[in-house]
């Protein structure tokens, strides 16, 4: 068993910055991939960003691409998700999530999942 519980999120205004924080315990989060996702009212659960056991390979939505940066550090079994020029389109519960090795942008393919962590970004 993998717990994920995320943090950082709240109110900023368009252009603004946040940095995201998941905190796993249990099992050793470093033989999971990680990946984050995010939920808007009314719209799928969709990805956003995940990262490789090592930290050595990242992947990201097109939406999110160089305005996101997703890392871990897994001697603190934390995964952070830096978002910067923020959009009102990225208003959404934000969720870290946990699958065994390889990579997937599917929902339902992850194992574990955090509660989510709100987002708002004004307009």
């Known amino acids: 068993q993998v717990q994920l519980v995320e943090s950082g999120g709240g109110l900023v205004q368009t252009g603004g910055s946040l940095r995201l924080a998941c905190a796993a315990s249990?099992?050793?989060?470093?033989?999971?991939?990680m990946g984050w996702f995010r939920q808007a009212p009314g719209k799928e659960r969709e990805f956003v960003a995940g990262?490789?056991?090592?930290?050595?390979?990242?992947y990201y939505a097109d939406s999110v691409k160089g305005r996101f940066t997703i890392s871990r550090d897994n001697a603190k079994n934390t995964v952070y998700l830096q978002m910067n020029s923020l959009k009102p389109e990225d208003t959404a519960v934000y969720y870290c999530?946990?699958?065994?090795?390889?990579?997937?942008?599917?929902?339902?393919?992850?194992?574990?999942w955090g509660q989510g962590t709100q987002v708002t970004v004004s307009s």
């Open positions: 990262i490789s056991l090592s930290g050595g390979r990242e």
């Open positions: 249990g099992r050793t989060s470093s033989t999971y991939f």
């Open positions: 999530a946990a699958r065994k090795v390889f990579y997937s942008g599917q929902p339902g393919s992850y194992d574990y």
